[in-house]
């Protein structure tokens, strides 16, 4: 019983952090410069994302532009694009897994197999938080780098914004519920893991005490 709300619990942080790394992969803001030019009332937000950058004006206009160009795009950009794209393909194999693989659930059949299926779960899930937390943490570095560079002109100077932060906490949901559902594989079940089934064990003394019993009667 423990066991089941603990894979329950580890399944909604699986939940949240998919729908987290999907967001956060989407979003326009990961990197955040407020220009406010003269006066508050021209403000001036923009926004760059992975897919899009975005402006933002004080009067109230949201303009948006996509990256057509993939060549004049930096290296951190490409490598965060490609990983969060694969978080998000491998926490969804990992959620489809453990549903199969929970023991609240008969879908993945005897207890071995949903054992395995759990395990496949987790591991989708460690994949996929880790590929989510390397291109935050890596932009995160850049963006810091930049900021703290005196060559780079105040007009390109970023600060991090709001996806990467929801990428990063959405990683370590996906890492933390990971390690529960393999966990929980192992203490349901270590009669299966660890050691042999108890039939076999009473298949053998039975005969051992048939042949015992023909032995004595050969003597008498």
């Not at 993945?108 to 943490?137: M, Y």
């Amino acid at each position: 019983m423990a066991s089941s709300g603990l894979q329950l619990f580890a399944f909604g942080m699986a939940l949240s952090g998919v729908s987290g790394v999907l967001t956060a992969t989407l979003l326009p803001n990961w990197k955040v410069r407020v220009d406010e030019g003269s006066s508050i009332i021209t403000a001036v937000v923009q926004l760059q994302g992975l897919w899009m950058d975005c402006t933002w004006y004080s009067t109230g206009m949201f303009s948006c532009t996509l990256k057509y160009s993939i060549l004049l795009l930096p290296t951190h950009v490409h490598a965060a694009r490609a990983t969060m794209v694969l978080a998000c393909i491998l926490s969804a194999l990992g959620i489809c897994a453990s549903t199969v693989g929970m023991t609240c659930t008969r879908l993945g059949g005897d207890i071995k197999t949903r054992g395995h299926a759990s395990v496949a779960g987790g591991v989708c899930f460690l994949s996929a938080g880790v590929s989510g937390l390397i291109p935050t943490v890596w932009y995160t570095k850049e963006i810091i780098a930049d900021f703290l560079d005196l060559t780079v002109p105040a007009s390109n100077k970023h600060e991090p914004g709001g996806a990467v932060y929801v990428g990063f906490i959405s990683a370590v949901l996906l890492v933390i519920s990971s390690m529960i559902f393999c966990t929980s594989c192992v203490q349901k079940s270590p009669q299966t893991w660890l050691y042999p089934p108890r039939q076999q064990n009473n298949i053998s003394t039975t005969l051992l005490e048939n042949n015992s019993a023909y032995n004595l009667k050969d003597y008498v």
